[in-house]
């Protein structure tokens, strides 16, 4: 059965690693700006605090890992009162090695793993839309590993060092969303794949998305009344059920279009359009160019 979490993440295409530690001791805080990319964080050692834009405080702990699939500004900190130094990620030159803030002699009172990579994908405002936007998960060794992996990996210029990144933060990605996974979720695919009647719905409609779906074949999977599977999709997901179809097919399209390897009209049969017309007609209206023009935009 499909597996509609790796689709999204694959279709992110998510490159380009960059990491570094950090420590903090004493009186010490700082501001990161809007940053917008994705970026993440592994507690190594110690405790701080995190405040992100919208998110109430908490603590980091040792073991603990955050994960931000669009970085919106946060601050990080000791645990004494200071004004923090603000910093902002697009414009301060990156740093060669270990960063520390506060104290500067002695044992730190933290010591982190940050880094940030990047989304290759065109479409990757409305897919991050899908994630959560902050991810804390606590105690899992599986992503700590991950972490290490990236880290040495970052920091080496080896034979096949892009490739290895790439897959490798595939899988930290898909464990760290995993591994937060809950009804208790904010909106989004991952509170909709915690839900077992919509997730049988949402793997059947990745699955064959060139499928003519009603919401009623979808209820149907989902072995609820077509009223009840609509409400309980669109709080779940964010979207109507016919809404998130129709994104995920013009996000399947794009993809297909810059491959340059397929006609207008096997792309648009293999995302669920009748003709070739219609899907143009579809597409220009979602995307707001003719897949053609974007097909050549891509290629450039």
Not at 177 to 183: D, P, T, V
Not at 200 to 221: G, I, N, Y
């Amino acid at each position: 059965m499909s597996d509609p979490l790796s689709e999204v993440i694959a279709l992110l295409q998510p490159r380009a690693v960059f990491s570094k530690c950090i420590s903090g001791a004493g009186q010490w805080a700082v501001r990161y700006s809007d940053y917008g990319q994705p970026s993440f964080c592994a507690v190594l050692e110690g405790s701080c605090l995190l405040a992100v834009d919208r998110q109430q405080p908490f603590t980091l702990q040792a073991g603990d890992f955050v994960l931000m699939p669009a970085t919106p500004g946060f601050t990080m900190s000791g645990f004494e009162a200071v004004a923090p130094t603000r910093i902002d990620p697009k414009l301060t030159p990156s740093p060669t090695g270990e960063v520390r803030h506060g104290r500067r002699g002695g044992r730190p009172d933290v010591r982190l793993l940050g880094g940030y990579f990047v989304f290759d994908s065109p479409d990757a405002a409305l897919l991050v839309s899908l994630l959560p936007a902050l991810v804390h998960v606590r105690g899992v060794e599986r992503l700590s590993v991950l972490v290490r992996l990236v880290g040495e990996e970052s920091r080496e210029s080896r034979s096949g060092r892009e490739m290895v990144l790439t897959r490798l933060v595939e899988v930290l990605l898909i464990e760290a969303l995993r591994s937060s996974s809950g009804e208790d979720a904010p909106p989004g695919l991952l509170r909709g794949l915690a839900d077992a009647r919509l997730s049988l719905a949402m793997r059947q409609l990745h699955k064959d998305p060139a499928r003519s779906w009603t919401v009623a074949q979808l209820a149907q999977k989902a072995a609820l009344s077509r009223s009840a599977f609509f409400e309980r999709f669109t709080r779940a997901v964010g979207l109507p059920p016919m809404e998130y179809l129709l994104a995920w097919r013009m996000a399947l399209a794009k993809d297909l279009l810059r491959r340059q390897d397929l006609a207008i009209g096997e792309v648009a049969e293999r995302v669920g359009y009748g003709s070739a017309s219609t899907f143009s007609t579809a597409f220009s209206r979602h995307v707001g160019q003719p897949p053609s023009h974007f097909a050549r935009t891509a290629a450039g």
